[in-house]
């Protein structure tokens, strides 16, 4: 049975609810006055607030989780129609959508939905955007994949006409979507467990920005490669920055300060806007703000709130996240787990002070790791000293038969100072008996890698 829209639901059962985006969803449904319920496999402190906030959860999953009363079950990309509560649902004729569908049916609901898509810089951007509604007093509804301070979370439930959340192209999920703004930051090759090569992802990208209104916006990054594969057929206002002089919004006077903060000109159209200062560092940050400056201009904000909004935004956790010293180390974490995002983030170091760069990448998912091998290779030789930890698997068995030795052999193609450990351990006792006071321990990948960074904290060198 189709629902027509979150109007015609009263209680909802997630499945999977400990996850960061699920659990977000679970607030703003709770908080829209939904009654809630959710199961998942063992508790955080994630399960922790959807109690205190008034949601019933059961640890592990169980047919008679989905309660008699349940009229709406959501679940994620890693459930299973054998899933003892999938069957139940399915059996009693329950509506059953996957996350994406959710959000598409919450994005119906505000006059101004935006949606802020990319092959990296999604997270970035989307808070980059939030600070600046924020700043504007917009009181924005706002769902972003990772912890934004300012917010004290990944979720905030507003009471206005914004709804500002991130759009991922993984199957497709973001055709799920209903954006009033769309914005793409980048289309490069990912995901290469799902899609099948670049024609099928730039694909995807058209028909994503196909779904925006005739009244509303496309935001798009004029120095995409074969950018006119995405703007056929469309009817909408098209917006774009970049670095090409032709795009829309472009920076100009890029200058650095001594702890590699980044200070620029806007220039709109041949016009000078404003100057900007970020509180985040990297050339890739001045693209991300000039998207997220694109945005809010179409949303007629005024430069003063965009400026002091941009400046406000520190960063998200695991996105050159500085973490603290110990014996004058510096500890960052990232979650780059894509060549061009690790080149984004070491290139932005080079700009921090230091002396020696230590590494530690944790490859995510075996299929990213085989199709970028040489990629990653190539992108890591840049730190001084690279330790190669286990790939983290997800959702996968390796069958491609890769393995960690397989990006330190190629390492070796560039620098000699790489080498895999396996146990987390065994990572921070090699790395803190050879870095010095004045280096930098980078931790990078989107699995648990930032656990290393944590035990290097707490240890004594």
């Given at each position: 049975?189709?629902?027509?829209?979150?109007?015609?639901?009263?209680?909802?059962?997630?499945?999977?609810?400990?996850?960061?985006?699920?659990?977000?969803?679970?607030?703003?449904?709770?908080?829209?006055?939904?009654?809630?319920?959710?199961?998942?496999?063992?508790?955080?402190?994630?399960?922790?607030?959807?109690?205190?906030?008034?949601?019933?959860?059961?640890?592990?999953?169980?047919?008679?989780?989905?309660?008699?009363?349940?009229?709406?079950?959501?679940?994620?990309?890693?459930?299973?129609?054998?899933?003892?509560?999938?069957?139940?649902?399915?059996?009693?004729?329950?509506?059953?959508?996957?996350?994406?569908?959710?959000?598409?049916?919450?994005?119906?609901?505000?006059?101004?939905?935006?949606?802020?898509?990319?092959?990296?810089?999604?997270?970035?951007?989307?808070?980059?955007?939030?600070?600046?509604?924020?700043?504007?007093?917009?009181?924005?509804?706002?769902?972003?994949?990772?912890?934004?301070?300012?917010?004290?979370?990944?979720?905030?439930v507003g009471n206005s006409d914004y709804f500002v959340t991130e759009a991922?192209?993984?199957?497709?999920?973001?055709?799920?979507?209903?954006?009033?703004?769309?914005?793409?930051?980048?289309?490069?090759?990912?995901?290469?467990?799902?899609?099948?090569?670049?024609?099928?992802?730039?694909?995807?990208?058209?028909?994503?920005?196909?779904?925006?209104?005739?009244?509303?916006?496309?935001?798009?990054?004029?120095?995409?490669?074969?950018?006119?594969?995405?703007?056929?057929?469309?009817?909408?206002?098209?917006?774009?920055?970049?670095?090409?002089?032709?795009?829309?919004?472009?920076?100009?006077?890029?200058?650095?300060?001594?702890?590699?903060?980044?200070?620029?000109?806007?220039?709109?159209?041949?016009?000078?806007?404003?100057?900007?200062?970020?509180?985040?560092?990297?050339?890739?940050?001045?693209?991300?703000?000039?998207?997220?400056?694109?945005?809010?201009?179409?949303?007629?904000?005024?430069?003063?709130?965009?400026?002091?909004?941009?400046?406000?935004?520190?960063?998200?956790?695991?996105?050159?996240?500085?973490?603290?010293?110990?014996?004058?180390?510096?500890?960052?974490?990232?979650?780059?787990?894509?060549?061009?995002?690790?080149?984004?983030?070491?290139?932005?170091?080079?700009?921090?002070?230091?002396?020696?760069?230590?590494?530690?990448?944790?490859?995510?998912?075996?299929?990213?790791?085989?199709?970028?091998?040489?990629?990653?290779?190539?992108?890591?030789?840049?730190?001084?000293?690279?330790?190669?930890?286990?790939?983290?698997?997800?959702?996968?068995?390796?069958?491609?038969?890769?393995?960690?030795?397989?990006?330190?052999?190629?390492?070796?193609?560039?620098?000699?100072?790489?080498?895999?450990?396996?146990?987390?351990?065994?990572?921070?006792?090699?790395?803190?008996?050879?870095?010095?006071?004045?280096?930098?321990?980078?931790?990078?990948?989107?699995?648990?890698?930032?656990?290393?960074?944590?035990?290097?904290?707490?240890?004594?060198?």
């Amino acid at each position: 049975m189709q629902i027509r829209s979150l109007k015609d639901i009263k209680k909802v059962h997630f499945i999977g609810i400990g996850g960061i985006s699920m659990s977000g969803l679970a607030h703003v449904l709770l908080n829209q006055g939904y009654a809630v319920t959710g199961s998942d496999m063992k508790g955080s402190h994630i399960i922790d607030e959807l109690v205190k906030a008034g949601v019933k959860v059961y640890i592990d999953h169980m047919e008679g989780n989905v309660d008699s009363d349940v009229d709406l079950v959501v679940f994620t990309a890693a459930v299973k129609e054998t899933n003892p509560e999938m069957i139940n649902a399915r059996a009693r004729n329950i509506n059953v959508i996957d996350r994406a569908e959710l959000l598409g049916y919450l994005m119906k609901e505000y006059k101004y939905s935006l949606a802020i898509s990319g092959t990296h810089g999604k997270t970035t951007t989307t808070s980059m955007i939030s600070h600046i509604l924020l700043e504007a007093q917009c009181d924005p509804t706002i769902s972003v994949g990772g912890i934004l301070k300012s917010i004290n979370g990944n979720i905030r439930v507003g009471n206005s006409d914004y709804f500002v959340t991130e759009a991922c192209e993984y199957c497709d999920s973001f055709l799920k979507f209903f954006p009033y703004i769309a914005v793409i930051l980048n289309v490069e090759k990912d995901h290469v467990d799902y899609f099948k090569n670049m024609d099928s992802i730039y694909e995807s990208f058209r028909k994503f920005a196909n779904l925006v209104p005739k009244e509303g916006a496309l935001v798009i990054n004029k120095d995409i490669p074969s950018i006119d594969k995405l703007l056929s057929g469309l009817n909408t206002n098209i917006i774009t920055y970049g670095d090409k002089i032709t795009a829309d919004y472009t920076a100009v006077g890029i200058t650095y300060d001594e702890i590699g903060l980044p200070n620029f000109d806007v220039i709109y159209k041949n016009e000078l806007v404003g100057n900007i200062n970020l509180s985040v560092r990297g050339d890739h940050n001045v693209s991300n703000a000039l998207a997220a400056i694109a945005t809010a201009r179409f949303l007629d904000i005024e430069f003063k709130y965009i400026k002091t909004g941009l400046q406000s935004f520190i960063g998200t956790d695991r996105r050159f996240e500085l973490k603290g010293k110990v014996d004058g180390i510096t500890i960052i974490d990232d979650y780059a787990h894509h060549p061009t995002e690790i080149t984004a983030t070491l290139e932005a170091i080079k700009k921090f002070p230091h002396n020696k760069l230590w590494c530690i990448f944790q490859s995510h998912t075996y299929t990213r790791t085989k199709e970028f091998l040489d990629e990653f290779a190539l992108s890591l030789s840049r730190a001084d000293n690279v330790v190669i930890a286990d790939i983290y698997a997800a959702r996968e068995q390796n069958t491609v038969g890769v393995y960690p030795d397989d990006i330190v052999s190629r390492i070796h193609k560039y620098n000699e100072n790489a080498i895999h450990i396996s146990d987390f351990d065994d990572i921070k006792d090699y790395v803190l008996s050879r870095a010095r006071a004045g280096d930098v321990i980078l931790t990078m990948g989107a699995g648990n890698i930032d656990e290393v960074g944590d035990m290097i904290l707490n240890s004594e060198k």
